[in-house]
């Protein structure tokens, strides 16, 4: 019988020895992390922005420490072309941390160490494990600590996953326009608190969402230039401890050149206070209050869409939503607006990630946020989550839409809050009693208004003119008020 046992190497820490796999990239810290850490059952690798985000953070540094004769050239660019392996997601499957865990990020960044030492070691013609000749600490994480690595790790890593959000945002957003373009000439009942309002156009709903999604990708665009601002150099509290001076200067200028190789438009910075920015999440949580925001935009814009979309023939219909899957197991015909509800729940787990951010951030004490895993999880979690909602939105939902014109003129017709067109002309009392009329006897506005010689009918097509309900408009209409006052509540007395 074949011996299938995998062969090991030792290595050994603070703790003791561990065997870890002879040909593995990661080494002794990470296999504790990985033994440790079994807990939502997502490993780093599952992020790759993550993974580029550190190769970035650690490209920069190995420039930065090479300038100040921390590595030797052979060190420096073996180093250098593992990062750029990371960055290009040849070594992903190395990263096997779990994205919850204890130790404030320590398992991820000495992850990160060792990948890049023991691919170092390979392209310098050594085994992984003989870091005698490139080591996880002394050169990986030279100048450096998990408390500015990791930090500056996940927010280049978060700046780009954020790419794909917008992108997607930006797509639904063109999606929604073209609608409104479509359904410009579409007129039908506006409604507040769930009751008859006034008219609009179906083109001015779709156009309201896309303003509404535009405002929180210009906000998006604005809030994830924080991720760009570093604290490499700070070291363990921010004093700097183990960093030479001018080292901070080095590893920024070293960081935006290594930005600009990958053909990154960044500018990077440095925080200006490093004491103040070891300990604090702002950026996560800035960042998070917008992913929420932009959840519950989202969510507004799918209740209506299910609510438009209601029926088919005893709802408002005034929307059919593209048929996507049977609706039920039990009532034949039946098809759900499935693509909505999706999306609607998952905007529900962004929005309970932002507490979750949240309570992270208030666990700051004293010179260090160690509950910053879990709120890294949840934004890129949140990220992907609406990425991949707002793309399933448009192609599945928003592009496949059709207005029911038909509906849509119905309510119009018997609709008694067209009657609000009559306002500046009859007056709102006695616009109110011919509402009160419509009410009684289930005739239409136009009707009533017609009938008892309110206006004249060249009038009441002028102000019922559906462009002349949509917008503002000034008509040179008059009419007597009390005249028209005397013949309602005559009308009225009369249906008591």
Not at 316 to 338: D, F, T
Request: charged share 25%; aromatic share 6%.
């Amino acid at each position: 019988m074949a011996n299938c046992k995998v062969k090991t190497r030792k290595e050994s820490d603070l703790i003791g020895e561990l065997e870890v796999p002879v040909d593995a990239l990661y080494g002794v810290q990470s296999l504790r992390g990985f033994n440790n850490f079994k807990i939502s059952g997502v490993p780093m690798k599952q992020y790759p922005n993550f993974i580029k985000g550190f190769a970035i953070c650690k490209w920069g540094a190995a420039d930065a420490n090479f300038k100040q004769k921390k590595l030797t050239k052979e060190q420096h660019d073996a180093m250098v072309k593992a990062c750029k392996e990371m960055y290009e997601g040849k070594l992903d499957d190395s990263f096997l941390s779990d994205m919850i865990q204890g130790g404030a990020g320590t398992t991820v960044n000495m992850n990160a160490n060792e990948v890049i030492a023991n691919r170092a070691l390979q392209l310098m013609g050594h085994k992984p494990g003989e870091y005698e000749y490139c080591s996880p600490n002394d050169h990986s994480n030279a100048s450096q600590s998990t408390n500015d690595a990791y930090p500056t790790g996940f927010h280049f890593g978060l700046y780009l996953e954020s790419e794909m959000l917008i992108e997607a945002m930006d797509l639904c957003i063109k999606s929604l326009k073209a609608k409104a373009k479509e359904f410009k000439n579409i007129v039908k009942m506006g409604r507040t608190q769930l009751q008859d309002g006034v008219p609009m156009t179906l083109g001015q709903t779709f156009g309201g969402f896309a303003t509404s999604l535009e405002k929180e990708l210009k906000a998006i665009k604005v809030i994830r230039e924080e991720l760009l601002c570093m604290n490499m150099g700070a070291t363990a509290i921010g004093t700097g401890i183990c960093a030479e001076p001018g080292y901070k200067e080095l590893c920024l200028e070293a960081t935006n050149a290594v930005a600009k190789k990958l053909g990154l438009n960044w500018k990077v910075t440095l925080e200006k206070d490093f004491i103040e920015a070891t300990s604090s999440t702002g950026s996560l949580v800035g960042l998070s209050s917008e992913l929420k925001r932009i959840a519950l935009k989202a969510i507004k814009i799918c209740n209506d869409l299910r609510l438009m979309g209601s029926g088919p023939r005893c709802g408002l219909a005034e929307l059919h939503l593209p048929e996507m899957q049977p609706g039920s197991s039990i009532m034949p015909g039946k098809v759900n607006p499935v693509i909505p509800e999706v999306m609607n729940q998952l905007c529900y787990k962004v929005i309970g990630n932002d507490t979750a951010v949240m309570l992270a951030s208030e666990n700051a004490q004293l010179e260090l946020n160690v509950m910053e895993p879990v709120a890294v999880y949840c934004l890129f979690e949140s990220i992907d989550l609406l990425t991949n909602g707002f793309n399933t939105l448009r192609t599945l939902c928003i592009d496949g839409i059709e207005a029911d014109k038909k509906n849509c003129q119905e309510f119009i017709n018997k609709a008694i809050g067209t009657v609000t067109a009559l306002n500046p002309y009859i007056g709102y009392k006695n616009s109110t009693r011919i509402a009160k009329i419509a009410t009684k006897t289930g005739k239409g506005v136009y009707e009533i208004a017609l009938e008892n010689k309110v206006l004249t009918k060249e009038q009441l097509d002028k102000i019922f003119k559906a462009e002349n309900m949509i917008e503002p408009v000034k008509l040179d209409i008059k009419a007597d008020q009390d005249k028209i006052k005397k013949t309602l509540e005559a009308i009225l007395a009369k249906l008591k």
